[in-house]
């Protein structure tokens, strides 16, 4: 999937999103984007096209095509990740919602997976206006419901983190 021009260009991206956002303290608008190309890279995920209704990549499980919708979030501060995974919109077509995590730099630390069944559940749940008008939760709600796909590997001598 990893197209080298692309990649290089989001390489360009990241470097230039923290400049600004050590310039402005605010973000520059690019994490969905390198998210779901550090999904694609790592996973080895096929991207759809921009604008596909409901999913972001597919992937092909023991013969199943699986519709993944991608969600990504910088975590500027160490820590445990706070904040909010983007709107999920039950009433479009995905099997699977997968959020990356980046770090500082935008480069993903972990990616955690969820069946839509559990999200359904989850945005279901009564108590929260941003939960069930929106379909926004927080990231420590959607790590409670699904499984880590993938963690970064530690450097050698270096205690892993994924948060």
Not at 75 to 83: D, E, S, T, V
Not at 93 to 108: G, I, K, M, Q, Y
Request: charged content about 30%; hydrophobic content about 40%.
């Amino acid at each position: 999937m990893t197209n080298p021009e692309v990649m290089q260009i989001l390489s360009d991206a990241k470097v230039l999103a923290r400049r600004y956002y050590k310039l402005t303290g605010k973000p520059l608008g690019i994490t969905g984007e390198v998210a779901e190309y550090e999904a694609a890279r790592t996973l080895n995920l096929n991207l759809e096209i921009a604008r596909t209704a409901g999913y972001d990549a597919t992937e092909d499980r023991d013969g199943k095509l699986i519709r993944l919708q991608i969600k990504g979030r910088c975590i500027l501060k160490q820590g445990r990740p706070m904040g909010r995974v983007g709107s999920i919109d039950l009433g479009k077509p995905f099997d699977t919602v997968l959020l990356v995590l980046l770090d500082d730099e935008f480069n993903a630390f972990a990616m955690y997976e969820a069946t839509r069944e559990a999200v359904a559940a989850l945005i279901a749940k009564p108590g929260s206006k941003a939960r069930n008008e929106r379909g926004s939760v927080g990231i420590s709600q959607f790590k409670a419901i699904s499984v880590p796909r993938w963690v970064r590997p530690a450097a050698p001598g270096i205690t892993a983190r994924e948060d």
